[in-house]
């Protein structure tokens, strides 16, 4: 049976402070209402509110949902930090939420939220020292990591921008943390190898909190260039703003283990230190006015890295380049549904690599409610595409979610059409 087309919900509102004035350019998350699937947000057009402190959002698929400013998850994307998450109307405990009902081509509106006070928080005072001397490391960023308890299995996690660093003690202060569970670790300054040996958790209850020793050692390093070549469009300078993001995995951890972000500099070069043992996979982000630019390709001492650089502890590794190309491909597609229906607040996802390797490429797309994605700026080549549903009942139920792929050819400038099929009823590990 065939995907159906239903027409998405609209929920609407205003998000003020205790005084009425509007809260501009804030991030709002819907989420189900459903109880044992409240830590996933959903990510639906209009989700930041306007200069009037007004929210819109659209192609909500029907269900129940609760909506909420100040998830501390999109803390650092917003323009104004909403100290407490607070859900539809004023509430700051999800469990006292109101529920909104959407359905199918509806609007809610008037869906407002009052942010309220901040609540009393609580210093918290530490210092940062070498792992082997013990001597005093200064100017390095202070991270901190909310640990959320969802129940006996499960914890959300979710790191908080905060503008504090070591002093030339190494002494840190944080100031108004509210109650609750943490993990605290640093952000080295740049062309720094400097990391932690290991996060400190710790928690605040209703006092300050100090004497916290986050002890540092020295992790691997990565140096390399970024090239632009292949097209008359590729830019004569390195954008102003263009960052190398390094992901290191444990060989025997499929999960990303660690995180680097380093800045290229005007030469085109980069530096990213502190890295731990591992897989290290690379992409690059830009704010870049022209769209279409593209990582076409990681080398290592003029060796092409399909998957990944192998980092050992400590070590010093140069000679990476990472090769940018301008391209115009793109793959229109649609995903057909057999054997059965989606549950209403099911949710599919495209994923894309290169064929032949193992990491996801950072450009991917969410099918729409008719069944539609659309990915850009892709260079030729041969990819896998994996579409994958996700369905809050299908995780009450301990079912993993359903899969299925298929190989696509991209050429130079052309849109490829492809059209994949989902069975409802096949093995979800496919």
Known sequence: MNFDLVPGGVIT??????????????????????????????????????DRGVY????????????????????????????????????????KAGVINVEEGSEANKIDITVGEAPQGYSVTGRVVDGDSAAPVANVSIQLTTIEIIDANNTRRSSEYIDVRSDAQGQFRLPNIRPGKYELTIYPPEDSDVRAEAPVKFDVFDQDVSGLIVRTTHGATLT?????????????????????????????????????????????????????????????ESPMPNRGFTLARIERDGVVQTN??????????????????????????????????????????????????????????????RGHFLIEALPPGSYELRVIAYAPEWQQQRRPPISAKQIVTVNEGAATDVTMTLDLTAPPNQ
């Open 56 to 95: 819109r959002l659209f192609g909500v698929p029907a269900g129940r949902y609760k909506v909420s400013v100040g998830d501390p998850r999109f803390r650092g994307m917003n323009r104004r930090k909403v100290a407490v998450q607070t859900f539809y109307p004023d509430a700051t405990d999800v469990a």
């Open 13 to 50: 509102g205003k998000v003020t402070n205790s005084e009425g004035h509007p809260l501009i350019e804030e991030r709002v998350t819907l989420m189900p209402a459903d109880e044992s699937n409240q830590r996933r947000s959903l990510s639906i057009s209009g989700m930041t509110t306007d």
């Open 308 to 369: 990944g650089i192998q980092i050992q502890n400590g070590e010093h590794v140069s000679g990476v380049r990472l090769v940018m190309t301008f391209s115009n491909g793109s793959i229109r597609g649609v995903v057909r549904v057999e054997n059965g229906t989606l549950p209403p607040a099911a949710r599919m996802m495209v994923q894309l690599m290169k064929a032949g390797e193992q990491m996801p490429l950072p450009r991917g797309a969410e099918v729409d409610g």
């Open 224 to 284: 390399g260039t970024v090239v632009f070549e292949g097209s008359k469009n590729n830019p004569v300078q390195i954008p102003a703003q263009m960052w190398i993001m390094v992901y290191t995995r444990n060989e025997g951890n499929p999960g990303i283990s660690s995180g680097r972000t380093a800045r290229v500099k005007p030469d085109g070069t980069f530096f990213a230190g502190g890295l731990s043992a591992g897989i290290a996979n690379l992409n690059v």
